[in-house]
């Protein structure tokens, strides 16, 4: 059997359509039009290429964006500075500051000093809290992104056997929580495997769906699943560089052995990718309804 291949950039082309009418219609009936901004703080080029396509994704949908890119010597209290003025801009809806940050700034910090209604990327522990909760609120993008790769796919996650590699406040926490909760693409029995897991490939073996999000390439292999099991991978890990100087993407699984045994599967680039870039757009626009009071 070789796997059905998800792919994100199919899904998300059809939801930004589905955006890019809400944007127009936003702006047509209401006169409001969905802000972004964007801060960069150095030069790491995986951070470059993320912020650089999500500016050019949120331009294609007409929403109005703003890319700041700083030194990455900036201060602390610089950044501050500027997430308090684009929490007082009425035409910024949503702020997304880039991790990781340089070492020398506090990464809570800056994520508590967003408001919490401009926090798109859900990051904020009012978001967080709202989210364990089970209440309304901004979904991180990318565990958003893969319960709309799984619902969009039809793959049962009620009663499944869910293994997710990786802990991050980014990835692993919250798609756990998510998974867990009373509603679509949720209902699943969950596991967390991490760097202390004693044997993660036998939590793996038994998995209906494995999400993995860990930044090893090619970690999870076709010894480790089972037959017909469904793959989400998250990881996008540079594992060389073409003749022409683009980088080569590998995920975190072994993707041409496992889509031997899969019934479904993510591939690297393409898969989730897209996907994170696109709830981004969604909470921008939700964002800009919010405070339009047309929510
Ligand atoms: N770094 C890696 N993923 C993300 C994300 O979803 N949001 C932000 N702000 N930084 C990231």
Redesign the pocket.
């Known amino acids: 059997m070789s796997a059905t291949i998800i792919s994100g950039t199919e899904t998300a082309k059809a939801i930004r359509e589905e955006l890019k009418q809400e944007v127009t219609d936003l702006l047509v009936k209401h006169q409001v039009v969905p802000g972004l901004v964007t801060i960069l703080v150095g030069e790491d080029p995986a ?1 470059q290429s ?1 912020v650089a396509a999500k500016n050019k994704t949120a331009h294609a949908l007409g929403i109005h964006s703003e890319q700041v890119t700083l030194a990455k010597d900036t201060s602390e209290a610089d950044l501050l500075a500027l997430v308090a003025k684009y929490n007082q801009d009425p035409k910024i809806h949503g702020i ?5 940050l340089p070492k020398h700034i506090n990464e809570t910090k800056v994520l508590y000093a967003i408001d919490p209604l401009k926090d798109v ?1 859900g ?1 904020h522990p009012v978001n967080v809290g709202k989210m364990v909760l089970g209440e309304q609120c901004y979904l ?3 565990p958003h992104g893969i319960l709309e790769l799984l619902l969009r796919s039809g793959v049962q996650t009620s009663g499944a056997e869910v293994v997710i590699l990786g802990r991050s406040n ?1 990835v692993g926490k919250p798609m756990a929580n998510l998974m867990l909760q009373k509603r679509p693409a949720g209902n699943a029995t969950i596991t967390l495997c991490h760097t202390r897991t004693k044997d993660m490939a036998e939590h793996c073996r038994r998995a209906d769906i494995i999400i993995a999000a860990v930044g090893v390439p090619k970690l999870v292999t076709a010894d480790m699943v089972k037959e017909g099991v469904v793959i989400i991978d998250v990881g996008v890990n540079r594992i060389g560089m073409s003749e022409s100087g683009k980088a080569i993407l590998a995920g975190d699984v072994d993707f041409d052995s496992v889509k031997e045994k899969a019934s479904f599967i993510t591939p690297v680039p393409g898969g989730v990718g897209p996907m ?1 870039i696109t709830m ?1 757009m969604k909470n921008t626009v939700q964002a800009a309804r919010q405070a339009a009071g047309l929510l």
């Open positions: 951070s993320y997304l500051v880039q991790l990781p990327d990051f991180p993008c990318t980014i994170t981004l």
